[in-house]
């Protein structure tokens, strides 16, 4: 932790930035609540991240406790990084910062969106009914390549997102990141079917899962009424 820059201020707030307010430290946690990812996947989702500064965050993040590095067995045997339990525990604060944000308007800059922030977003703001049948999707964001596969589970609790598709899936959506949070919120597919998506399988289940997703003061549009897709923490 770069003490050297820090408040020294006995305030919880305080020592939470010292531990997560530099640059870039929250969108590595962000990254890692889907679960474990190698450097390279790090970078490739926050690529306007130096490979300098993101190596400084993870190890500040390790010292603090947020972060561990570990070596997958073989067959996959590369190294990992993933959160610890303490550090999982900041995800209802990433969530709250990036659905508190979601009252800013948008910049000309902010044009990327992560494929685990849009997944997040699934995760936070699909909205189940009791009468939820559970049914299993693949989702494939072809602008992340293999990055950009996931398997959602959609139960009367929620949606349970990972980053292990499912082997025999009810539905598979195949889109990209932009035309998936375009639709959020929407009872029609049109807008997937005409932006390219292709969907395999049960379409149902793929328009009950865009049409539950509801991401506050947004439907198709940014929550300021300007068009265009956002993240919870993209």
């Known amino acids: 932790m770069p003490t050297q820059r820090g408040y020294r201020q006995a305030c919880g707030v305080a020592r939470g930035l010292d531990i997560v307010g530099e640059r870039w430290s929250l ?3 962000r990254e890692l609540l889907l679960g474990p990812k190698r450097f390279t ?10 490979p ?9 993040l390790a010292d603090a406790g947020v972060v561990r590095r570990r070596q997958l067995p073989p067959p996959g045997n590369v190294r990992v990084y ?5 550090g999982r525990g900041l995800e209802p604060i990433v969530v709250a910062l990036g659905t508190w944000a979601l009252a800013a308007p948008p910049t000309a800059e902010q044009l990327f969106v992560s494929a685990d922030s849009a997944m997040l977003t699934i ?12 049914v299993t999707l693949r989702i494939e964001l072809r602008d992340h390549g293999p990055a950009g596969v996931f398997g959602v589970r959609l139960t009367s609790a929620g949606a349970e997102v990972t980053h292990e598709p499912p082997e025999e899936p009810h539905a598979v959506l195949i889109t990209t990141t932009d035309a998936l949070l375009a639709v959020f919120g929407s009872d029609d597919l049109a807008g997937l079917v005409a932006a390219g998506a292709a969907i395999i399988g049960d379409p ?8 539950a997703v509801r991401v506050p003061g947004a439907t198709g549009q ?4 300007t068009p265009g897709p956002r993240g919870t923490g993209g």
């Open 27 to 29: 969108l590595v946690v």
């Open 41 to 50: 996947d790090l970078q490739q989702a926050l690529p306007t991240a130096s």
């Open 52 to 60: 300098n500064a993101l190596s400084d965050r993870l190890r500040e």
């Open 82 to 86: 993933e959160l610890t339990a303490w």
């Open 123 to 134: 995760r936070t703001y699909f909205v189940p009914t009791p009468e939820q049948p559970e």
């Open 204 to 211: 149902e289940v793929v328009r009950r899962l865009v049409a």
């Open 222 to 225: 940014s929550s300021n009424g």
